[in-house]
């Protein structure tokens, strides 16, 4: 299912373009078996997307995190950074992080939930300033930074020039749930480019915040269309 929905320059609700209702997340069939870690991994599927990414779509601004009021200031800094790492690994286009400095520069307001009014011209002015064609929101909606980690994300990705929604994603991550610990545990094993650590020292991703958003956002991203 297609989420092509228009993005009007100033939108009483950005997440009312979406098209259809959001399926419940699910867990993979398949399991890893270790010395500590076996069981079914879970993979999210409460996405909508293209079948593939528009040709046009080169370059994208990752907007700062939207946290509310549920996530500390200095929190959202170190998960813009952790985000932008994970969306630059799967490689789907050029991405660039907006600082909150610039957005305040532009907007005279530092981050821009994906479900709220939008200023006139705000894609017109992304595109034309940091010469981006595409937008992506990130929504943190659920957090908990003490075990068992919890991180609500809900993602939008916007073409600038037509204001289409090509992918949309809305997931809580809980530790709480066997079959995220064991997708946090592998990520942490194996999906950074350091040397893999053994089972037993992987389990430090359900204690840190930083860590566990990190495996969080390669699990969204992971689920953009390809080219």
């Not at 092509?4 to 009483?12: D, G």
């Not at 009312?16 to 069939?29: D, K, P």
């Not at 939930?113 to 595409?134: K, M, Q, T, W």
């Not at 991550?173 to 350091?194: E, H, I, T, W």
Request: aromatic fraction near 8%; glycine fraction near 8%; include cysteine.
């Amino acid at each position: 299912m297609s989420p092509r929905a228009f993005l009007p320059r100033c939108a009483p609700l950005l997440g009312a373009l979406l098209l259809g209702v959001l399926a419940q997340s699910g867990c993979a069939h398949g399991e890893f078996v270790g010395r500590r870690l076996s069981g079914p991994v879970y993979q999210p599927d409460n996405h909508l997307g293209d079948a593939r990414l528009p040709a046009a779509l080169r370059r994208v601004a990752l907007l700062p995190l939207h946290g509310g009021t549920i996530v500390p200031a200095e929190s959202l800094v170190t998960l813009d950074q952790a985000f932008l790492q994970e969306l630059l690994r799967v490689q789907r286009f050029e991405a660039v992080l907006v600082s909150r400095a610039t957005m305040a520069r532009l907007f005279g307001e530092k981050q821009f939930s994906s479900v709220e009014a939008l200023p006139h011209e705000f894609l017109a002015v992304i595109a034309r300033d940091l010469a981006v064609d595409g937008v992506l929101f990130v929504d943190v909606t659920n957090y908990s930074p003490y075990p068992p980690l919890r991180l609500g994300v809900r993602a939008k990705l916007a073409a600038t020039a037509t204001g289409e929604l090509v992918w949309s994603f809305d997931t809580i991550f809980s530790a709480a749930d066997p079959a995220v610990a064991n997708a946090a545990k592998l990520y942490a094993m194996g999906g950074r480019k350091a040397p893999r650590p053994p089972v037993e020292l992987s389990s430090s991703v359900l204690q840190s915040p930083t860590q566990f958003g990190a495996y969080a956002a390669a699990a969204a991203f992971a689920t953009l269309p390809p080219r």
